[in-house]
């Protein structure tokens, strides 16, 4: 976490074990995203009237880039709750269920808009264990046998379908690393 985790509680004495407990639970949470910003945790004695029977309300906030992810433990919902240690666990369950949705999506958005251009092999010289690319936009890229993914060097034909990396290389650009789309498209005659 970036800044240090906040810990309050509300109609109850403060407890050093219990906020031990859930310095603990936070300190997990990086496994499952490790941008966390900053993280507020409340623990609340929702009845402090009852001699016996008080129930405990968490609340989390864990403050992620772009969003702020908010874990509310009611506790009339759940008769374990008269347990602080165990409304704690339910309620940083609950916060690394959303931590790990949020980590997944994000990663996924991520993943969705990188672009890979795609081209077709112009040139292929076997023995010198290389060859080039012609990009979409007209370009010409090299690429040496080892970028080419899964050993499939040998597969390749003039006029295959192709998606590269791209890189600059000490001649101009080069395909760091490219991977067979399609079958070779062959000119009519």
């Avoid at 810990?7 to 407890?15: E, G, H, L």
């Avoid at 941008?35 to 609340?59: F, P, Q």
């Avoid at 999506?105 to 092999?121: C, D, L, N, T």
């Avoid at 080069?174 to 000119?187: L, R, T």
């Amino acid at each position: 976490m970036k800044l240090p985790l906040q810990v309050t509680f509300r109609n109850m004495d403060t407890s050093d074990v219990l906020e031990a407990n859930i310095r603990e639970h936070a300190a997990r949470l990086n496994k499952f995203f490790d941008h966390i910003m900053h993280c507020d945790v409340v623990v609340e004695e929702a009845h402090r009237r009852h001699h016996k029977g008080n129930l405990y309300h968490v609340r989390i906030d864990i403050t992620v880039p772009d969003k702020e992810i908010v874990v509310d433990r009611e506790p009339d919902k759940h008769s374990a709750h008269e347990d602080p240690y165990v409304a704690v666990r339910d309620a940083f369950d609950a916060a690394t269920r959303q931590l790990e949705d949020y980590a997944r999506r994000r990663s996924q958005r991520v993943k969705s808009h990188e672009w890979q251009p795609e081209g077709f092999v112009t040139e292929l010289e076997p023995l010198l264990d290389c060859g080039r690319i012609g990009s979409d936009e007209g370009r010409s890229i090299y690429f040496h046998r080892n970028s080419v993914a899964d050993g499939d060097f040998d597969r390749l034909e003039v006029g295959t379908r192709v998606r590269y990396v791209e890189s600059e290389g000490d001649e101009g650009p080069q395909a760091s690393m490219v991977k067979i789309i399609g079958s070779p498209v062959h000119a009519s005659t």
